[in-house]
């Protein structure tokens, strides 16, 4: 739409990753200069215990850099705040999940709660390709979105936008990936 609109400008213009307002563009030193450090843990899938992190909120799911671990590389495959565990793999299919609950989520449309199944698309992050899913009701203000094909490393406290053709539906936070939650 832009280059039919002769905003060519908007096309060589790189969008925003990050933080935009990190000087220096050095977000772990923002983090760590703003929240600091609380050492914890880290464990692989099984439970072993691989070494040590310096705070949960230097890391997100599916990460690959940064863990500083010997013998890697590893992923971060999940991260447990109650016991601030930074739990990790060496495999990537462990960060495949096919399902996530959603809590809030919003339509466009102004509706205020899915009353039955539909079929969508959907994005989990920007920069992510459209997958086929299904919406599924689970109460008045929780969804599970079920995804034809796994996605990799569907991360709670992210967005899930879904659409129906070129329409943009609404979005919902993800609360996990967990099947159990």
Do not use: W
Not at 97 to 119: C, Q, T, V
Not at 126 to 131: D, E, N, P, T, V
Not at 142 to 159: W, Y
């Amino acid at each position: 739409m832009a280059k039919e609109n002769d905003f060519g400008f908007y096309l060589k213009r790189k969008q925003s990753q990050d933080f935009c307002f990190v000087a220096n563009k050095c977000l772990n030193c923002f983090l760590k200069k703003e929240i600091g450090e609380k050492e914890g843990l880290i464990k692989d899938i099984e439970g072993n215990i691989l070494g040590k992190h310096h705070g949960l909120h230097f890391y997100t799911i599916g990460q690959r850099k940064g863990i500083n671990l010997p013998n890697g590389p590893y992923f971060v495959a999940d991260v447990d705040t109650e016991s601030n565990v930074l739990i990790v793999t060496k495999e990537e299919k462990d960060l495949l999940s096919k399902e996530a609950f959603l809590s809030p989520y919003h339509f466009i449309s102004g509706d205020k709660e899915l009353k039955k199944e539909m079929k969508v698309q959907a994005k989990i992050r920007s920069q992510h390709i459209l997958a086929k899913a299904t919406l599924i009701p689970v109460d008045s203000d929780k969804i599970k979105i079920s995804f034809n094909d796994p996605q990799r490393a569907i991360t709670p406290g992210q967005f899930v936008v879904f659409y129906q053709d070129d329409v943009c539906l609404g979005s919902g936070k993800i609360l996990t990936n967990k099947n159990n939650e």
